[in-house]
């Protein structure tokens, strides 16, 4: 299949279960709302180092905030309720209570929960008060600027991670390009983030590694400079692969950002040094979660 | 708002008409929809009610009609109807004229309608549910009923009139809405909750008070044990604001609010971190 000059391989983009939340952080302005959530989800690009893979979903303007002032919506994933739990816990901690203005919501609704502000309130030492509006409990922890208003807990969903797409280009500046038109395009659909620096990783991996220690290694199938000496699957005019990964909170949304992301991809097409597309799997042997590229991009 | 069951036999709501004013007072908690869940409306004009020291039946004062008993309309109702919509659990409940006491005392589920003023310890103990009361509430509006360690527990009261003595006294949570003024003593001994008051409050307000919030248009004096509360909680008073307007109906007008709000905590001789927003 070749759309404007890109091969899309016939492959599926293999991922997995995860637990994520949405929480929805507001501040007196779009920027210190943003300060926030950037801070919370820094350091937050893969679960095997960093506990959680998080980003900014979208802003949302007042009206689309609980408290009606201008926010930012994050995504968290985890790859269990625990970890996600504990890496909330932190994050909000260290990053939006701290953060000037700053307020935290749950941005999902749901039965299974995570605690928001629940343990936060502590930090209150004792002046923190709860407020019940509706089916809602939040805490009014006192700080320098005011109060931090939190709610206690946050909703949370079975999630999908690892949704992906390699971009095989001329050269690193065409891969480039061709990467920042998807995931400007990626953005704008609801309910995923891409987690790695500005959407985009350089350094796919495989599982295992030739040093017993490590649980993943460089993925040297795409690795050009690696083409003459090791089993490679790209051809000798491929001089960059990029790799885009979404994380969803639905099959559908991770669906809807890869056709998207390939949409833009071959709008570049042949013309901008885009030779293919393809996807990271493992054979489907370890992945719940199936996307194929031909179908999606259909 | 609603957390009426869906009816099961629709038909028309069972209203009780009252034939006459009765000479003693009625305790016409028998009569709601969860009490008569499984009863039919036939059953109804048998079934006993506490008449001062004797019992009637409700057929003796009151003419019934209709079927469905999730929705009960008490039609020519007056101050010696007590404990009307008491202890509900779901359902609607419509009530066409005054109350005597304890209206909607414990509810725990529903919706309860006053078209009228209602007496004393209305909503005292109320658990969950929806009141609305177009008229004028008594004393202990929302508060503990006697030997109770806690009044309100839940649920909304919205009142379009005005409150006697006493509103929210020992409230525990849920949020009592109060269109006109209160007379004294609001929100004494609040343990948590929100009370809202339109207009004026009277003479020792949140007098030990210990956790809560009243937002009150204007008061003459706090008790001098509360202190000065800095700025006020915008943050919070969006969150209310917004509740208050997405829930609609009787309570959208309180979502009106101005930004000029000073802000008090206490009763510090009780060691209260309650908090009253005065609105200038």
């Excluded at chain 1, 998207?260 to 370890?286: D, F, H, Q, S, W």
Aim: aromatic share 4%; with cysteine.
């Amino acid at each position: 299949m070749t759309n404007n000059g890109v091969v899309i391989d016939d492959t599926f983009a293999e991922a997995f279960g995860m637990r994520a939340t949405r929480l929805v952080i507001t501040a007196a302005s779009a920027a210190w709302a943003r300060h926030a959530a950037v801070a919370m989800t820094g350091y937050a690009t893969s679960v095997i180092g960093c506990g959680c893979e998080a980003g900014i979903e979208r802003e949302l303007e007042g009206e689309a905030t609980p408290d009606g002032r201008p926010g930012v919506s994050v995504l968290v994933f985890a790859i269990s309720r625990e970890e996600l739990a504990k890496q909330v816990e932190r994050r909000v901690g260290q990053c939006v209570l701290t953060s000037p203005t700053s307020a935290a919501y749950s941005g999902l609704d749901g039965d299974e929960r995570i605690d928001l502000g629940r343990k936060l309130r502590y930090f209150g030492d004792g002046f923190q008060t709860s407020k019940l509006l509706g089916a809602r409990r939040y805490w009014r922890i006192p700080v320098m600027d005011g109060e931090f208003v939190c709610e206690e807990t946050a909703g949370v969903a079975r999630a999908i991670g690892g949704g992906n797409l390699l971009i095989v280009a001329d050269g690193v500046a065409q891969a480039l390009a061709a990467c920042e038109a998807a995931i400007a395009a990626m953005r704008d659909v609801g309910g995923v983030i891409m987690p790695f620096p500005g959407g985009v990783v350089r350094a796919g991996s495989k599982i295992g590694s030739k040093y017993a220690a490590l649980p993943a290694s460089t993925n040297d199938a795409f690795c050009p400079t690696l083409a003459g000496i090791t089993k490679t699957a790209l051809d000798p005019a491929a001089r960059a692969v990029l790799e885009i990964v979404i994380d969803g909170l639905t099959e559908d949304a991770v669906r809807s950002a890869m056709r998207e992301g390939i949409a833009a991809i071959c709008a570049i097409g042949a013309p901008g040094g885009v030779r293919r597309i393809t996807a990271g799997n493992y054979g489907g042997k370890l992945g719940k979660f199936h996307f194929p590229l031909r179908e999606i991009a259909e | 708002m609603s957390n009426a069951r869906p009816t099961e036999g629709a038909g028309e709501p069972l209203t009780l008409a009252l034939q006459r004013v009765p000479r003693e007072r009625v305790d016409m908690s028998p009569v709601t929809p969860s009490a008569l869940a499984h009863a039919s409306a036939r059953d109804v004009p048998g079934i006993e009610l506490r008449a001062g020291n004797r019992r009637v039946r409700v057929g003796e004062i009151f003419d019934v009609s209709g079927e469905d008993t999730a929705h009960v309309a008490i039609r020519n109702s007056c101050d010696r109807l007590d404990r009307l919509g008491a202890g509900m659990r779901f359902g609607r409940m419509a009530i066409h004229g005054d109350t005597g006491t304890h209206a909607g005392a414990a509810m725990a589920g529903g919706v309860l309608e006053i078209h009228g003023n209602a007496g004393a310890f209305a909503a005292s103990g109320m658990a969950e549910g929806f009141m609305h009361l177009s008229g004028n509430a008594g004393d202990f509006l929302g508060a503990a009923i006697a030997g109770d360690a806690a009044g309100m527990r839940g649920g909304t009261v919205v009142v379009d009139g005005s409150a006697g003595d006493r509103v929210g006294d020992r409230m525990r949570r849920g949020m009592v809405l109060i269109g006109g003024d209160v007379a004294d003593c609001c929100a004494a001994r609040m343990i948590a909750g929100t009370i809202v008051v339109r207009g004026r409050a009277g003479r020792r307000t949140g007098v030990a008070m210990r956790r809560g919030t009243l937002l009150v248009t204007r008061v003459p004096a706090l008790p001098a044990t509360f202190a000065d509360g800095g700025p006020p909680p915008r943050t919070f008073l969006r969150l209310l604001q917004r509740h208050l307007r997405n829930a609609g109906g009787p309570l959208a007008p309180f979502a009106q609010m101005t930004d000029d709000i000073r802000r008090f905590v206490g009763d510090r001789a009780y060691g209260g971190l309650g908090e009253i927003l005065v609105a200038q």
